[in-house]
T-cell receptor, first 111, second 112 residues
Framework: QQKVQQSPESLIVPEGGMASLNCTSS?????YFWWYRQHSGKSPKMLM?????GEKEEGRFTVHLNKASLHTSLHIRDSQPSDSALYLC???????????FGDGTQLVVKP | EAAVTQSPRNKVAVTGGKVTLSCNQT?????MYWYRQDTGHGLRLIHY???????EKGDIPDGYKASRPSQENFSLILELATPSQTSVYFC???????????FGPGTRLTVL
C-alpha cells in the first residue's frame, strides 16, 4: 500500500507567486520527512528535511511538519520558472533502512 | 559531495535478452538502492542492499535480480528483458538508518 500520499498531483503558479505542496504518511513509524526536487531529465536531489514539529526555512523554501497528523508541507514563495520540477516527498523511520517516496507533485511556474 | 555513477547511461535491449545495469558509489555508504521511474511518476523501489553480499526485495522485484559484490558496487540484472521494463532506472546510496539518499544520473532503458 502507498505509505506516502502527495497532493496536488500537479500545480501551476505564476512567477512570483506562492506554491504549496502537501504530503501525508499513513505509517505511524515514520519520524523523518524529506523533500526532493527533480528537474526534467535529471536525478532527484534532496531539497529539505525535517523531523521536529514546526517549521524550517531555507531561503524561499519553508517546510512545516505536524508529527501528530504525519503531515508535512512545502511552501515556495516568490516562485521562479527555475522552480518548475517534480517535487517528491519521502518518509523514513529509525527502524528502516529505506525511505518511502510519494508519487510527486509536478510544479510549473509560468512567467 | 556524494558521488554515485551509473553505467550505461542509455541502453537499448531486445525482448528476452539479458541486461545488466551497474552502479558505483564512493561515499562508503552501507545502503544502496535500485529504483525505476516511469514518465511523470514517482520512484518505485526494486531491490536494495545493506552491505556487500546482501540484497533485499523492494516493492516491485519481479523480473529483476540484484547483486552487491562489494561496498562500492551494486548491479541490477534483467535476465529476460520485456518491453514493460522500459523505464529510467536510478541507483542511490545512503547511510544506515534510512536517511538521505544520493542518486546517480540514471539509466534510460528501452526494451524493444
Amino acid at each position: 500500500q502507498q505509505k506516502v500520499q502527495q497532493s496536488p498531483e500537479s500545480l501551476i503558479v505564476p512567477e512570483g507567486g506562492m506554491a504549496s505542496l502537501n504530503c501525508t504518511s499513513s505509517d505511524r513509524n515514520v519520524d523523518y520527512f524529506w523533500w526532493y526536487r527533480q528537474h526534467s531529465g535529471k536525478s532527484p536531489k534532496m531539497l529539505m528535511s525535517i523531523f521536529s514539529n514546526g517549521e524550517k526555512e531555507e531561503g524561499r523554501f519553508t517546510v512545516h511538519l505536524n508529527k501528530a497528523s504525519l503531515h508535512t508541507s512545502l511552501h515556495i514563495r516568490d516562485s521562479q520558472p527555475s522552480d518548475s520540477a517534480l517535487y517528491l516527498c519521502a518518509a523514513s523511520g529509525v527502524r528502516n533502512n529505506r525511505i518511502f517516496f510519494g508519487d510527486g507533485t509536478q510544479l510549473v511556474v509560468k512567467p | 559531495e556524494a558521488a554515485v555513477t551509473q553505467s550505461p547511461r542509455n541502453k537499448v535491449a531486445v525482448t528476452g535478452g539479458k541486461v545488466t545495469l551497474s552502479c558505483n558509489q564512493t561515499n562508503n555508504h552501507n545502503n544502496m538502492y535500485w529504483y525505476r521511474q516511469d514518465t511523470g511518476h514517482g520512484l518505485r523501489l526494486i531491490h536494495y542492499s545493506y552491505g556487500a553480499g546482501s540484497t533485499e526485495k523492494g516493492d516491485i522485484p519481479d523480473g529483476y535480480k540484484a547483486s552487491r559484490p562489494s561496498q562500492e558496487n551494486f548491479s541490477l540484472i534483467l535476465e529476460l528483458a520485456t518491453p514493460s521494463q522500459t523505464s529510467v532506472y536510478f541507483c542511490a546510496s545512503g547511510a544506515s538508518g534510512g536517511r538521505e539518499q544520493y542518486f546517480g544520473p540514471g539509466t534510460r532503458l528501452t526494451v524493444l
